[in-house]
């Protein structure tokens, strides 16, 4: 284990992923419709395999063993010590194209050298750091060790997320529920003194224009900011359209067709920025 760069993440964030339910958390609800298109969204941008991928908070692997079946090679960094056991069990069964490596670390101190990755993903650690000084330290760490004309996969969790989903669940006339979102709107600062898992845990929720502010400050140059899941995400009935072919194309369907619209990219649950590390001589 690496010395950490800053304090640790506080201690809830821990007790929330303690409770080991990350592992299936993406094949519940509206997780299939998020990783459908988290997939993609990374394969339209991707350089062709073999390249090198680091995947920072990578949780229990689910991207990264993905990454690594299409042939990168591919490292994951994880803050959680359970995350990290779970990512080398979900590379134990690809025998034939494991992961290069899984450990524990930070997203503001890599254990790695510099400019020696052609991909990094940013895919939750961005809304743990909750201050944005401490975002931009792990965008410019991701910067450091990628090489040039590089790319970045930052994603954030939408202002207006607890909102969506406090109104589609019926959960805005909790008074606990409800002093959350209000929060949660007024500074993007999620706070859930309840402690209950499903309304997750200590988080920056990003307005649409900061993530690519943010990935802009560390020096990349934006390529894209996307919405990841669009409107269906907050249907009750998202598991069982999903389930159904038809179904599961609409929610595909209408995802794409907003997915650049500045107007609706708050929508989603979870915002995309790709970033790019320029190559020589640009700027």
Known sequence: MIPWARPPLPPEIHAHYAEAR????????????????????????????????????GGPGA????????????????????????????????PDQPLASVRLGDARRLAMSDACVDTVLLMGPLYHLTERSERIVALREAWRVLR???????????????LFSGLASGLLGDPDAATIVADDLRIGQHRNPTLRHEWFTTAYFHRPEELPAEVQEAGFEVVETVGVEGLGWTLPDVAARWANPIGREHLLMAAR?????????????????????????MR
């Open 22 to 57: 990350e592992a299936e958390r993406l094949s519940l609800g509206h997780g299939p419709l998020e990783a459908e298109r988290t997939r993609e969204l990374l394969l339209r941008h991707l350089p062709p395999a073999p390249g090198i991928a680091l995947d920072v908070g």
């Open 63 to 94: 991207y990264a063993c993905w990454l690594a079946a299409r042939g990168y090679v591919v490292h994951l960094v994880d803050s959680m010590p359970l995350h990290v056991e779970q990512a080398r069990q979900a590379s134990a069964r690809l």
């Open 148 to 162: 040039r004309g590089g790319l970045v996969f930052a994603v954030g969790i939408s202002r207006f997320a607890s």
């Open 257 to 281: 067709a907003v997915e650049r619209e500045p107007s609706l990219l708050g929508v989603s649950a979870h915002m995309m920025t790709v970033g790019r590390r320029p190559e020589p001589g």
